[in-house]
């Protein structure tokens, strides 16, 4: 296997909120909720950095295709790190995620390890930590 990641797919119980929280309250690029037409077929996509996509697709969808009973959703499973870079940016990213519909679950502050961070749910509780880390600069 290359080490490469080419989507990741958060499930949601609401394709709508989903949707509207990362393209319209965090500016995530997307073309829109597509797929529709199909019976467990809804699903949007947004373009990240380094052709990386994120995929937003209904819980009950993945269950369907997979043939896994649904489970409920648990924020402790991962979380998806967002490296910016300065204290200040991570301090506008959370700001823009609560104007957006998220839940701080760890306000921004120094770290044991000489970076900034916090900790926000999105509508669906996917946990985002929003991280400056002088070791680990982000590509613009």
């Known amino acids: 296997m290359?080490?490469?990641i080419?989507?990741?797919?958060?499930?949601?119980?609401?394709?709508e909120r989903a949707y509207t929280f990362y393209h319209h309250g965090m500016g995530l690029p997307s073309e829109g909720?597509?797929?529709?037409?199909?019976e467990y077929g809804a699903v949007?996509?947004?373009?990240l950095s380094g052709g990386l996509k994120l995929a937003v697709w209904p819980r009950k969808s993945l269950a369907k295709d997979?043939?896994?009973p649904e489970q409920p959703p648990s924020s402790t499973e991962f979380t998806i790190g967002h490296n910016v870079t300065s204290t200040a940016e991570v301090d506008a990213v959370m700001q823009q995620a609560v104007r957006a519909g998220a839940t701080i679950i760890k306000p921004a502050q120094d770290?044991?390890?000489?970076?900034?961070?916090?900790?926000?749910?999105?509508?669906?509780?996917?946990?985002?930590?929003?991280?400056?880390?002088?070791?680990?600069?982000?590509?613009?």
């Not at 909720?33 to 199909?38: D, L, S, V």
């Not at 949007?44 to 373009?47: G, K, L, N, V």
Request: glycine share 10%.
């Open 2 to 4: 290359k080490p490469r």
């Open 6 to 15: 080419s989507v990741l797919t958060l499930c949601v119980d609401d394709l």
């Open 33 to 38: 909720i597509i797929g529709a037409e199909f």
């Open 44 to 47: 949007a996509f947004f373009d």
């Open 66 to 68: 997979t043939g896994l």
């Open 111 to 140: 770290t044991f390890w000489g970076g900034y961070a916090g900790y926000f749910q999105d509508p669906d509780g996917h946990l985002w930590e929003i991280v400056y880390n002088p070791a680990l600069m982000p590509e613009e």
